[in-house]
């Protein structure tokens, strides 16, 4: 969901008339996209189902992660050479220091399961689901996909360094196949 000044200012003006009548908490999020030297927001994703939550900054407290995210499972791009780039490297990208590869897509945890299972990421790269988007909100590098359902990610990749942003590489048209793919990461030592 991108917030445009009119929608901030009539969610705000809302805010002010419900509080006149009552005592309501609010929080206003001034959103910007995420850069090098941030810390990951703590959102909740989701691997293999609904019920095995999994916290992005618990993920990579203490350790270094590459993250990549895609705009969907299944689609040709995504298939073809982004997921198969980091399931290639990934013996790599962990003889340079990294110690979980991830992909998040806004996709519900069974379908990011089924394309793992396809592309046979298991012990090589952790397939999470987002499926509200509430992380690639969060990061502000949402975009909206009309034919693939409205909301998704754009496509990006980053190293974390401790929950912190050490690299971050996004497509300068949120879906191209050129910054973000495997072999453009580097990992410092």
């Known amino acids: 969901m991108l917030l445009t000044t009119a929608s901030i200012i009539r969610g ?11 005592a309501v908490h609010t929080t206003l999020y001034a959103m910007a996209p995420i850069k090098v030297g941030d810390k990951l927001p703590s959102v909740d994703l989701f691997e293999d189902s609904p019920a095995n939550k999994v916290n992005i900054c618990d993920l990579t407290s203490g350790k ?14 995504c298939s073809k050479t982004h997921l198969p780039g980091y399931v290639q490297n990934a013996e790599k990208l962990k003889s340079e220091g990294v110690s979980e590869i991830v992909c998040v897509s806004v996709n519900d945890p069974y379908v990011m399961a089924a394309w793992g299972a396809q592309h046979n990421t298991k012990g090589k790269v952790r397939m999470l689901a987002d ?11 949402g975009t909206n996909l009309p034919p693939l359902g409205g909301l998704r990610s754009k496509r990006f990749s980053m190293v974390v360094d401790d929950s912190k942003v050490e690299e971050l590489n996004v497509e300068p048209d949120g879906t191209g196949l050129s910054c973000s793919l495997a072999d453009k990461i580097k990992v410092k030592k």
């Open 64 to 77: 270094k992660v590459v993250l990549f995210a895609v705009p969907g499972a299944f689609t040709p791009g």
């Open 131 to 141: 499926p509200s988007g509430n992380f690639v909100k969060a990061l502000d590098l």
């Open 12 to 22: 705000v003006s809302a805010l002010a008339k419900q509080s006149s009548s009552r």
